[in-house]
Every structure is written in structure tokens, then in C-alpha cells.
């Protein structure tokens, strides 16, 4: 627990869980917590060094969303507007930020919902979690009116009233309400309720580099926008040069006039700091914000940097014979802002027998690892996965077979080669499965197929369609 | 045809190749047959064009061949592979067998369709690129232009496999495009093996379509560990039947 002076009173700051189950709560006067809990544990707030440590929560933040805002003392807005995808949902998101929290030692409570002011009020004083889109009313209805952040004053003057919950509030008559309570419990109340409008200023981290742009006039035009990220990139590219550091990641921050913002965010696979292939990132993307009556800012922010000393430089005749080694850092950049950097991959072999095992994606700017699959066992070229149940029959136990039904299509066989018994690795928790024998087959038709039988024919063995070789 | 008409002929034909861009003078990708790289223009398959791969045979939509025999060309080229795909039934083990090494195939998986063909034209404009391969189910027109006018500016090879699931999508494969060459490869029967076992893979590569040169079928055997195709050799070596027929009808 810690305490902290109020005036000439010392009063509770913040309080641990297990002192909270015992009725302490923040604002408490110390008196009544000491009578309550007589050994009490208690330091003196430090709220410099909270706000610090709350400042470097932000940063670490700005991994989820470019747009993190602090809520002092204790809180963290982060707008997910455009990124819960990335993570499967909202929920999983959610999930995700939870238990790193937690990992770290950190007791949090998370809540997502349409508008600041519902989250607010719902991670403070509900359940937490995600509220669906368009539930927001019936989500903080019920909630205390603490939930709406008003000052105390006008809290205590409201339950004299006896107005305990959102909803009775919100069911009082708008110009009465007004008159006696004042304009901001009226907006704090529409704010909660989605009615209102709350722009999250994003907090930039100080020593981050960042370049911005104000427009007397808003821009809206895509031209526009194209010829100001290329301005911006250079710019940063500039103050990236200085420090000797290249972009791993980028945050584009729009400012509408309408005090929204919007904001798209690149990676690259490898640090960088070339202005114009930087701004050509946000390309395609630029087109899918929307300029509403116009941007008045537009804000560069390289959000994740490595340190980069070389500078890259393009000999011209050497063009030619560097092709085998040639960098793809850039091709890769474009290829991962078109379809995210997790679907470009390289494939490198496992020491595994096991098909569906062989291969594990590894970043597309690995480098080489030199290793390939045993040369000498002929694998085919397309896999089925999973496996497909075929009919065959073979003339005797244990031998390739000479028919086969697949998909409806009777194949009969011409030749074949096996079999290559591959056994379960049980290291890597195959425990079900058992041995398959493996047949390449060649029909009559000439088409070249993988096939298996998942145990010796005396044992019942199934035989599965498994792979084409042509 | 006499030296006056071939000197004319050869005229025309320098000056059509200058009316399509061709000032630089369009390298190609030999096989290392005879057979084949005597009846392609240029003495190879063209680099820095798109060319289009079709399978045919009964399990024609996994592309069993057609893999096999477009990662032999990226193969013989020098430097990295882009390979763009949609579905993950690709399997790289078996591209190692045409001599691809895993180390130089670049992959980018598409979730959709519609997000393939701007995966490739972004390859095809990448210079240090060997070859761009894309498994495309539809393939238009304007679309095949805009590769080939990407391919022809870097000199990147565009290979695109045709891909389908349904027979509705199949039917998009006799739709015109504007690739220089295309290839449909069929399995063959393979050579029968005095014991047990299999012997390499043939298939009938049949030259669709290219610019500047007739159709035409081989029955070849499929690639090696280094990409290259091989001529049967009870097939090369047998004697000339058609001189025989004639014999016979005399």
C-alpha cells in the first residue's frame, strides 16, 4: 500500500490486492486504514517514479497499437481501431496483453469497447472484457456513476440526490441535469455512453524519432498524402542517419480536422532507412483512410529501430554478378506491407522423417542455412494434408497394391517402388499413430502417386492417398 | 524460296522485333536438348517473359508435374526464387529433388485470390530476382500484359503455374493470355524396368502457344537433381520409323 498527503490529510494512493479484500480502497484517509488493519504495511508514494514506470509501460505498449495514451495515474488507453485482426480478435488480443502483463509481474484488468469513456468505465467499475459493438448503453448502465469520472464534489451532491447508477443518470432530463451539475458531467455522461466524441492523443515516446507535418490548409488529396510521406520519410530517414539506426517499424498518424485520427502501421524485415523505399510501404495502404473534411497532421513515427552503422550503397557494375546474393531486404519489405511479413517465409528441413514435419518457415531474410532433405528418397512435389482414405487392393499381404480407388476413380497400378517405412517419433509426441509404409505408385496411366498404409495388412492396415509426384 | 526472299524475310522479322521494344536482344534459358531448343525462338525458353504452365492428366489440380517441372527452370537460373502460392499444398522436399535448393525460394502466401497477382508483378520487379513463380487460377488478358510488360523491364522470369479446384475454373484455362510460351505437361508412362521399381518419370510436354513458333509435342523424361529434361533414350536412339513406313508403302 501506498500513502501519499492530501492537503494536511495522508490518504491511501494505491492499494495490493490482498489489502483491497480487506477494505481499503484509494482515497481512504491512513487513520481508518491503520484502525481497520493494524499491522499495515504502507510506503510513501513516489508518483514521479510511477509515472515513469507508467511512461515505459506506454512505450512497451505501442507493440499492440502506434496509438497508446497514458490515463495518470494508473491507466493506459490504447486504441485497437484497425489491429485486433492481427492477434485473431479482440478477445484473444485481449488474452495476449493480459498474461505478458502478468508475466511481468503486473496485476492489470483490460477492457475493450466502442468508445474511450465505456472502456474506462467498464475496466474501472464492470466486469472488464470485450463489450460488443452497439452494446455500449447496456454495458454501463448498470455501473456506478464513479465510473463516469466527475469530481468528487458533483459525485457526492448526485448521491445526495440518490443518483447511484449510469443508467438513472442517464434517464434524468438533460436541461435540468446541465443547469445544476454543469456542462462536464452532462459530456462526461455522453462520453461513457458513446454520444460524445474522445480523441486519444497518442503519446509519443521521447527519444523516439519522429517527424511531423502541420498543414494550414487540411489535405485530403491521395497525391498529397503520397508526396507528404515522402517528405516525412526523408526526414526521418535524416535523423536516423544521425543516430546511426534504421527503422524496423513505422507508425503513420493521421490528425483529421475533426480532432479524429487514424493511423497505419509497417514493418520491415530488416533495419532500414531508405527514404524512398520506406514511403513506398504506405502506398498501397494510404488509400484506405479515409481524409473525412481533411487532415491537418500527419505524423511519422519510427516505433521500433535497430541500430544500422552501414550505410547501404548500390555499385552498378556489380549489379550483375551479384545476382545470386542480391538483397532482398526491400523485395520483402513490399511483399510483407502487401500481405504482413508473417506470410513471406523461407522453408528450411527438419531432421524428421515424418511428411508433414519435414520443413519449418523461417524468416525470408535468414541466413542461408546450407542443409537439405536426404537426397537420395524421392519425395513428391504436392502433399495432401490431411491424407485421404483410398481403396486398394494388393495381390498379396504387404506388397504394393495393384488397384486402387481414389475420389471415385478406379487407378490400376503399372509399376511401383517400396516400401519406405517411416515409425512415429515419439520425442515429438506422435503417440497415436503408427508405422506407415510408404508406395510410390505408377498407374497406367502414367500418373505418379505417394501412398501408405497406416499398419502391416495382417493388423488391418487402411491405405491413405498421401502426395502427386505427377 | 530463293536468297532474295530470305534477306526479306529476315528484314521483316528484325523490324517487327524492333516495333515490340526488343532493342535489347532478349536472352534465353537453354533446356539443353536439341530437340527443343532448335524449335523455340531464341534457342531457349525466353527469360524476362511470362511463360504459362497447364497440368493435364487425372489428379491434374494438385499440378504433381507441372510443379516439378516449373521448379526445374527456376532451378537451372542463377540467384533467388520468389514463389507465390495460395494453397499449402506445396511441398518443398520435392522441389529439392528438380535441384531447388530451399535456401533460395522466397515464399509468399496469399489468403486470398485477388492478392496473388500483385505478389508476382512486385517480384517481377524486384532486379535481383531469378524467376517469379505464381500458382494462379485466373489469369486475364490484361492481367497477363501487365506481367509480361514487368517481366520484359527487369528481365525477371515469370512462371506461372495454372491452378483450379472446380471445373468451372478449369474451363478459365483455355481463355487466352498474352505469355509468350504455353506448356502443358501430361504424365506418360515410364519406361517398363527389366526388375521391380520405377524408373524416371516421362511426361508429354506439349508446346501450346509461344510467339514465333509452331505447337509441338515432346514425350520427355522429367528433370534431375540439377533441373535438366532428358530425351528417352529407347525413344532417341530407335530407328527412323517414318523412313521405314516408306519403305514399307514403296
Known sequence: MTVHTVGSRRVVRAACAAAQELGLYTGMALAQAQALVPNLHMVEATPDEDDASLRELARWAIGYSPVVALDSPDGLWIDIAGVAHLFGSEEELLRDLISRLTRQGIAAKAAVADVPGAAWAIVRYGAGGVVPTGRTVDAVATLSIRALRIAPDKLSALHRLGIERVGQLAAMPRAPLVRRFGRDVALRLDQALGHAFEPITPTIPKDTPTASLAFAEPIGRLEDLNRVVLRLATDLCRQLERRGEGARRLDLLFQRVDQKSACLRVGTARANRDATHLAKLFDERLQTIDPGFGIEEVVLVASKIEPLTEMQVQAQGLADEGAGNADMGQLVDRLGARIGLRRVYRLAPVQSLVPERMARRIPALAPPTGAVWPENLPRPTRLLNPPELVVATALLPDHPPRFFVWRKVRHSVAKADGPERTTPEWWNGDKGSSARDYYRVETEQGGRYWIFRDAPTAEGGRWWMHGFFS | ?250
Open chain 2, 1 to 250: 524460296m530463293h536468297a532474295g526472299q530470305q534477306d526479306r524475310l529476315a528484314d521483316l522479322r528484325h523490324r517487327i522485333a524492333r516495333l515490340e521494344g526488343g532493342s535489347q536482344k532478349i536472352k534465353s534459358l537453354p533446356f539443353g536438348l536439341r530437340e527443343i531448343d532448335g524449335h523455340l525462338p531464341g534457342g531457349g525458353l525466353a527469360r524476362g517473359a511470362l511463360h504459362e504452365m497447364i497440368e493435364a492428366g487425372l489428379a491434374s489440380e494438385f499440378a504433381g508435374s507441372t510443379t516439378l517441372f516449373t521448379a526445374g527452370i527456376a532451378a537451372r537460373l542463377r540467384g533467388p526464387v520468389l514463389w507465390c502460392l495460395t494453397r499449402r499444398d506445396l511441398f518443398a522436399p520435392g522441389l529439392l529433388r528438380a535441384g531447388l535448393h530451399p535456401d533460395r525460394v522466397i515464399y509468399a502466401e496469399a489468403e486470398r485470390e485477388g492478392e496473388i497477382l500483385p505478389l508476382i508483378e512486385e517480384g517481377l520487379r524486384e532486379k535481383g530476382l531469378a524467376a517469379v513463380v505464381g500458382e494462379v487460377t485466373r489469369l486475364g488478358l490484361t492481367a497477363s500484359r501487365r506481367l509480361q510488360l514487368a517481366a520484359e523491364a527487369t528481365g525477371v522470369t515469370a512462371l506461372v503455374i495454372r491452378r483450379w479446384w472446380t471445373l468451372a475454373e478449369k474451363d478459365l484455362v483455355h481463355l487466352p493470355t498474352a505469355a509468350v510460351t504455353r506448356w502443358r505437361i501430361a504424365p506418360a508412362l515410364s519406361e517398363l524396368m527389366p526388375a521391380p521399381g520405377l524408373g524416371r518419370e516421362r511426361w508429354h510436354v506439349e508446346l501450346l502457344r509461344c510467339r514465333g513458333a509452331e505447337p509441338h509435342t515432346w514425350i520427355l523424361e522429367a528433370c534431375d537433381a540439377k533441373g535438366r529434361l532428358a530425351l528417352p533414350a529407347d525413344l532417341a536412339d530407335r530407328s527412323d520409323q517414318a523412313a521405314d513406313r516408306r519403305a514399307a508403302a514403296s
